[in-house]
């Protein structure tokens, strides 16, 4: 069955720090792959996808992923965080055949100190 | 960019009532749209695939007769939660397929059972 795994439940960082988000999927064929953030109360905006080609991709708000299919990960990275990223991040995985319906991982927390 | 919006975005309903969320695509149409639910501090959950001009296809452990979808439209489909229950309170956010097999979420909708 499909599945995606966000081993962290919340991740605090500084301001200014480096972050990374954990994402692991297990599905059957190449994936399509998403980035969600979703602040409190607000509905899901994308950061970016991964669908074929460069396994490094670019996102909005100066976010990067890189999908790694030997590992089954794609993490998402900022090299220097603000604290207006405070917010819950998801990874999600698109079900092609499916009508491209996703399948959401739990969540990760990343709460920014100043 | 692609628009999807939810009416309403807040509602509080007494327990035994009907409540009908709407979601539109506001400037492409949707022959599909999917309906989630999410619980405080908790991932999204496909709850079922909304099909312009045919039936929704429930997703498993999802009660057809008291979640009622209706995809009247290219850009309309509803979400009836009927003989509402206080653990029906949740938050809904709908989705569209637009280009490029992008998801397009709507703001959600908070419902609150009394």
Known sequence: AQSVTQPDIHITVSEGASLELRCNYSYGATPYLFWYVQSPGQGLQLLLKYFSGDTLVQGIKGFEAEFKRSQSSFNLRK???????AAEYFCAVGLMEYGNKLVFGAGTILRVKS | GAVVSQHPSWVICKSGTSVKIECRSLDFQATTMFWYRQFPKQSLMLMATS????KATYEQGVEKDKFLINHASLTLSTLTVTSAHPEDSSFYICSAPGAANEQYFGPGTRLTVT
């Open chain 1, 79 to 85: 090299p220097s965080v603000h604290w207006s990223d």
């Open chain 2, 51 to 54: 099909n312009e001009g045919s």
